[in-house]
């Protein structure tokens, strides 16, 4: 079964009489369980790539399916739905609200889609234990490291069982070991609960975690691999 499926998207931004053709006529699907990392030159059309998949930009043309659903098919509502129960976000900088403890941070989501967080106790306990921030729950992100902080982001995107989470450079602004340890967070993500994983990184180191790489250049995917062979590729950018 396809997790994704892109067939001849093209993403144009308009600024004043300027037209930039950002991505061009891209067409490739991914598979339940992948862990693909987005890679390619500053300015390649990744982000832009990754927030088209995630529903928080809309395509020039062609089409998006997620478990088989065109993502043009959702209105507003059904799509903010969508990202708050199918869908799971980790960003860069962890995107936490500042004045809530860890748990009602990774409880948001479901406080935001009308449910009662109390039948969440049970999952929200074996989350901070994946986490490793079992003993924190009651502190705020002030108080928090930044490894912390995103695992904090981490547990706030698994809380509603999402079947695809998108990492948006996730460990662009950790040390290298603390970025090790969230990587192998999120091996564990896509390996034992089998949850797909897209992110945009930079990192080559962090890329082989994953289980395939698509590599843009100018808008254009110039390699989609498995990641053995990726990682065997000399013009593998580090
Ligand atoms: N909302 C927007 N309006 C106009 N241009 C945009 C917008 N968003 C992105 N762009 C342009 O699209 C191009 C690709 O941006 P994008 O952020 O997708 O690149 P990227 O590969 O993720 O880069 P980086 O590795 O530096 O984060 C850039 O030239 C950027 O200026």
């Given at each position: 079964?396809k997790?994704?499926?892109?067939?001849?998207?093209?993403?144009?931004?308009?600024?004043g009489?300027?037209?930039?053709?950002?991505l061009?006529?891209?067409?490739?699907?991914v598979?339940?369980?992948?862990?693909?990392?987005?890679?390619?030159?500053?300015?390649?059309?990744?982000?832009?790539?990754?927030?088209?998949?995630?529903?928080?930009?809309?395509?020039?043309?062609?089409?998006?399916?997620?478990?088989g659903?065109?993502?043009?098919?959702?209105?507003?509502?059904?799509?903010?739905k969508?990202?708050?129960?199918?869908?799971?976000?980790?960003?860069?900088?962890?995107?936490?609200?500042?004045?809530?403890n860890?748990e009602?941070?990774?409880?948001?989501?479901?406080?935001?889609?009308?449910?009662?967080?109390?039948?969440?106790?049970?999952?929200?306990?074996?989350?901070?234990?994946?986490?490793?921030?079992?003993?924190?729950r009651?502190?705020?992100?002030?108080?928090l490291?930044?490894?912390?902080?995103?695992?904090?982001?981490?547990?706030?995107?698994?809380?509603?069982?999402?079947?695809?989470?998108?990492?948006?450079?996730?460990?662009g602004?950790l040390?290298?070991k603390?970025?090790?340890?969230?990587?192998?967070?999120f091996r564990?993500?896509?390996?034992?609960?089998?949850?797909?994983?897209?992110?945009?990184?930079?990192?080559?180191?962090?890329?082989?975690?994953?289980?395939?790489?698509?590599?843009?250049?100018?808008?254009?995917?110039?390699?989609h691999?498995?990641?053995?062979l990726?990682a065997?590729?000399?013009?593998?950018p580090?």
């Amino acid at each position: 079964m396809k997790a994704i499926e892109v067939n001849g998207l093209n993403k144009k931004f308009i600024t004043g009489k300027e037209e930039a053709h950002i991505l061009k006529n891209l067409t490739f699907s991914v598979e339940q369980g992948e862990f693909v990392s987005i890679m390619g030159p500053s300015g390649s059309g990744k982000s832009t790539l990754l927030y088209l998949l995630g529903g928080l930009d809309k395509p020039s043309s062609g089409t998006i399916k997620l478990d088989g659903k065109d993502l043009s098919s959702f209105k507003k509502k059904a799509m903010s739905k969508l990202r708050r129960t199918k869908i799971g976000f980790v960003f860069q900088f962890y995107n936490l609200v500042q004045n809530l403890n860890v748990e009602d941070n990774i409880l948001l989501p479901i406080i935001l889609d009308g449910k009662n967080p109390k039948q969440y106790e049970k999952k929200l306990k074996e989350i901070l234990e994946v986490i490793g921030l079992a003993d924190k729950r009651k502190l705020t992100p002030r108080e928090l490291s930044g490894g912390q902080q995103q695992r904090v982001a981490i547990a706030r995107a698994l809380i509603a069982e999402p079947d695809i989470i998108f990492l948006d450079e996730p460990i662009g602004n950790l040390d290298s070991k603390t970025g090790k340890e969230i990587m192998e967070l999120f091996r564990t993500i896509n390996v034992t609960y089998k949850k797909t994983l897209i992110q945009v990184t930079h990192s080559n180191n962090a890329a082989l975690y994953g289980t395939s790489i698509i590599r843009l250049v100018d808008g254009e995917i110039v390699e989609h691999s498995e990641i053995a062979l990726a990682a065997m590729d000399s013009s593998c950018p580090a």
